[in-house]
C-alpha cells in the first residue's frame, strides 16, 4: 500500500519513513479519526503564528506557500534518503543543489536535522576532484536514479586543464558550501561542520582552480538553463 515505491538503478528499495509507524492505510486512517481536532488545531496554530506576524504580507504569503512542498515533494526514507525534488512533473531532479539554495529556507527552518542530512548526501556525492554535482539522482515517475554512494570518493583535487569542466556550474560547490555555512550559523552544530568540513575545503579548492587571474572570481563557461555564461558571472559571484 506504500506509494510510491521508490528503488534505485541497482533495484536497492528505498522505504518511506511511514512504514515503521502504520502498518496500513487503515491505520493512517484511524488515527487521522482519532486527533483530528488535535491536528486541525496544530495546523490552524501554525498557519496563525505566520500569518499574524509583523513580516510583510508578500514575505508571509512566500512562506505559507512553500510549505506545499513537504508533503508534495520529497523524499523521506527508513535508509537515510531524504530531499525534495526540483519540481514534481516538469524537473524531477533530486535535491537538486541550485534550486534548493533558495528554496529550502522553510523545510530548513522547521527541520534543520535533515537540511544537514541532504548536505550529507552531496558530500558523499562530491566528485574526487571536488565539484558538487548538480542533483542527487532522478525519476522519470516509474523508475528512479538515486545516485549517491555509500561513501565518498577519494579526493584527488581539481585538473589544471580547466576546460576539463566545460559545462561544469560554477555555483554548485559555491552553494555547497554557503548551504553548510547558513545550517551551522541556524543550529551551532559543530560536530556536523566538524563532519562537513573537509568536503568544503575541497569545494572551495575546485572554485579556486577556476579562478584563471587570481581575483577572487572564477571564471566560467557553461549554459545555466539555456543562459549561456562566459568569463566572470554576477550570479557565482
Known amino acids: ?26 491505520e493512517v486512517a484511524e488515527e487521522v479519526g482519532r486527533d483530528h481536532d488535535e491536528l486541525l488545531a496544530a495546523t490552524k496554530r501554525h498557519y496563525d503564528i505566520i500569518a499574524t506576524s509583523t513580516l510583510p504580507k508578500w514575505y508571509r504569503e512566500m512562506v505559507q506557500s512553500n510549505f506545499y512542498l513537504l508533503p508534495a515533494a520529497t523524499w523521506f526514507t527508513t535508509n537515510g534518503a531524504d530531499f525534495t525534488y526540483e519540481t514534481t512533473n516538469a524537473g524531477p531532479w533530486m535535491g537538486t543543489m541550485d ?18 542530512n541532504v548536505l550529507r548526501q552531496f558530500a558523499r556525492a562530491q566528485q574526487p576532484s ?33 576546460q576539463d569542466y566545460k559545462d561544469y556550474w560554477c555555483n554548485l560547490p559555491i552553494k555547497f558550501c554557503l548551504e553548510v555555512a547558513s545550517n551551522y550559523q541556524w543550529t551551532g552544530d559543530k560536530q556536523f561542520l566538524t563532519q562537513i568540513w573537509p568536503h568544503v575545503k575541497h569545494a572551495v579548492a575546485w572554485i579556486q582552480a577556476q579562478d584563471e587571474d587570481n581575483d577572487g572570481l572564477p571564471e566560467t563557461n557553461y549554459a545555466y538553463d539555456g543562459w549561456k555564461m562566459i568569463d566572470k558571472c554576477g550570479y557565482d559571484a
Not at 522547521?110 to 544537514?116: G, R, S, T
Open 99 to 116: 534550486v534548493r539554495y533558495y528554496g529550502r529556507f522553510t523545510q530548513f527552518a522547521a527541520f534543520p536535522e535533515l537540511d544537514a
Open 1 to 26: 500500500w506504500y506509494a510510491p515505491k521508490h528503488y534505485d538503478s541497482n533495484g536497492r528499495r528505498f522505504p518511506p519513513k511511514y512504514e515503521q509507524w502504520f502498518k496500513n492505510a487503515t
Open 130 to 162: 571536488g565539484f558538487i554535482p548538480h542533483d542527487l539522482g532522478h525519476t522519470d515517475g516509474l523508475s528512479d536514479r538515486y545516485s549517491v554512494p555509500a561513501e565518498a570518493a577519494q579526493y584527488t583535487g581539481p585538473s589544471k586543464n580547466r
